[in-house]
């Protein structure tokens, strides 16, 4: 048994899983400290604790004792969390939790960033190939390991390039990958051990150059790069596999993922590169995202009763005393809302009903819980207000609605959120979770 990798596969169950290791520790009748050795990988559960530890994760002990999921078993244990409506749209929850480390002017220039890369690649794949190619940059997006794990298909080509000590992931689609190697993916299907090792000699490995090519070309227009800092974004490559699981990532870092879309000949795909945020981090440092908030400064906002925008149904976060604050690019504002506490619904100046954020396809949306409905009615008409969306409805939609009815908002789930001041709005920003409390990073000021 392989005391890392158990530990790393016991850490990434018990958090989807949504235990502590406290919880944990209780169900199997152990103390919290052996779960927390077991997890550093300083230890491994004792034999006999292994079939009753299994139950409780909901695994064989087969995965406990090699310290991987098979295909299957990640397929059951760790599957989509999405729920389709009875309308046919997915809709999934809105985790607040998790952090949004990179602003969108950051994701702006990595795009930028892989604008150029395909251009090189495209120049790359088509020296190589017989056929016609093209390759374009369709998403740049943050998102956790997990939700990267369970985005890409079960097995496909994925070279590491050391992402868990601060590097980032290649994972290219089989098909699309075998017609690389001028292999027919319907008479070859299996992706081989030797498959993967041209793949990385003749493939990633020139995906990489293009990466640092570009990379240094902007640092050109920033600043000269020592050596030892030029070694430290050129990571070197760790190993190659089939399955994303394999490489223990932990499930609730975050990472950013870039998605190029290939073609080539009749074959279609996706190249995914994965970064960690500890590599983002380093590229931060050394100044390769110029153009970022000033130094974050924090203001406490307090309740009060205030009056809603007439007949516009809003999902509200809270309202707030109009109090002199100064609203600034880069400042966070705290709520005196818990992230787990429900959102209001608000209409003609009343909390109708509360609910959990959701999304809703790609947009925001509310479902109605009602677990400790407030009779709340707004009356001050000097306030501030953070609007998660709003929406129309009829008269008659809106008595229908009840617990478990969904509402769906006028905004994108990577919208900004609306700071409303006396009705007006005043700026825009992205959600934070501070000490447990609900915030807003202010990312735009309302012209």
């Known amino acids: 048994m392989n005391a890392k990798q158990t530990g790393n596969l016991i850490n990434l ?80 929850i809105y985790d607040f939790c998790r952090p949004d480390k990179w602003s969108r002017n950051q994701m702006r220039i990595m795009w930028n960033l892989f604008e150029k890369v395909g251009t090189k690649l495209y120049s790359d794949f088509a020296s190589m190939s017989s056929f016609s190619c093209s390759i374009k940059i369709v998403s740049v997006d943050q998102l956790t390991n997990i939700e990267f794990q369970r ?29 690389l190697l001028k292999q027919n993916p319907e008479t070859f299907p299996e992706i081989q051990t030797f498959d993967l090792d041209v793949m990385k000699h003749y493939i990633t490995d020139k995906i990489t150059e293009e990466i640092y090519s570009c990379i240094f070309e902007r640092f050109t227009t920033i600043k000269e790069l020592t050596p030892q800092e030029r070694n430290v974004i050129q990571l070197p490559f760790s190993s190659y596999t089939t399955y994303l699981g394999n490489l223990l990532q932990s499930p609730n870092q975050m990472c950013m993922l870039v998605s190029l879309q290939c073609n080539a000949g009749n074959a279609h795909g996706n190249i995914n590169l994965q970064f960690s945020d500890v590599y983002l981090s380093t590229l931060y ?78 947009n925001k949306g509310l479902r109605i819980t009602d677990e400790d409905l407030p009779d709340l009615t707004y009356t001050e008409e000097k306030y501030l207000s953070v609007q998660l969306g709003s929406t129309y409805h009829l008269p008659e939609e809106i008595e229908a609605i009840k617990k478990d009815s969904i509402i769906e908002l006028n905004k994108m789930a990577g919208e900004f959120c609306t700071v409303i001041k006396n009705g007006q709005p005043v700026a825009y920003g992205e959600i934070v979770v501070v000490d447990e409390n609900f915030g807003i990073r202010i990312c735009e000021l309302a012209n």
């Open 285 to 362: 440092n050394l100044g390769f995202f110029h153009d970022v908030y000033p130094e974050i400064k924090i203001e406490q906002l307090h309740d009060i009763k205030t009056p809603a925008r007439d007949e516009l149904l809003t999902v509200e976060f809270g309202r707030f005393n109009d109090v002199n604050v100064e609203l600034e690019v880069g400042k966070i504002l705290i709520f005196e809302k818990k992230f787990y506490s429900p959102l209001n619904l608000v209409y003609k100046n009343k909390v109708i009903h509360t609910g959990q954020a959701v999304v809703i396809d790609e």
């Open 151 to 179: 985005s890409i298909p079960n097995s496909c080509f994925i070279s590491d390039y050391s992402y868990n000590q601060g590097g980032f992931v290649i994972e290219i689609d089989p098909a699309f990958g075998k017609v």
């Open 13 to 92: 169950l018990r958090t989807e899983k949504n235990l502590t290791q406290k919880q944990l520790a209780e169900m199997i009748n152990v103390s919290d400290k052996a779960v927390s050795k077991w997890e550093r990988g300083d230890g491994c559960p004792d034999v006999s604790i292994i079939p009753i530890l299994a139950n409780a994760l909901e695994v064989d002990v087969e995965s406990i004792m090699n310290g991987t999921l098979s295909e299957e078993m990640m397929n059951k244990t760790l599957g989509n969390t999405q729920e389709i409506s009875a309308t046919g749209k997915r809709i999934k």
